[in-house]
């Protein structure tokens, strides 16, 4: 897992504005944390869940290829 620091609680987002940011569902990001899928690092606060703004950034930037092929490829790893 990722050392990701949270700096303040302006740096933090909720798992709403992360799935309006990647064009997901919330209940998306919850299937992903429950089962790993995909590694987006979360904060767990009590009942309460929230990213990190870097790490979320960090993560898409990550993810980002220049064709199908590249896609492909780093599927093929996982």
Same mark, same amino acid.
């Given at each position: 897992?990722?050392?990701?620091?949270?700096?303040? =609680?302006?740096?933090?987002?909720?798992?709403?504005?992360?799935?309006?940011?990647?064009?997901?569902?919330?209940?998306?990001?919850? =299937?992903?944390?429950?089962?790993?899928?995909?590694?987006?690092?979360?904060?767990?606060?009590?009942?309460?869940?929230?990213?990190?703004?870097?790490?979320?950034?960090?993560?898409?930037?990550?993810?980002?290829?220049?064709?199908?092929?590249?896609?492909?490829? =780093?599927? =093929?790893?996982?």
């Amino acid at each position: 897992m990722n050392n990701t620091t949270i700096d303040s =609680a302006a740096d933090r987002m909720t798992p709403a504005e992360v799935s309006d940011l990647l064009g997901v569902e919330v209940q998306t990001l919850a =299937a992903w944390r429950s089962s790993g899928r995909h590694e987006l690092p979360f904060l767990k606060i009590g009942r309460k869940v929230a990213y990190s703004r870097r790490a979320v950034e960090a993560w898409l930037s990550q993810r980002t290829v220049t064709s199908c092929a590249q896609a492909r490829a =780093a599927l =093929a790893t996982v």
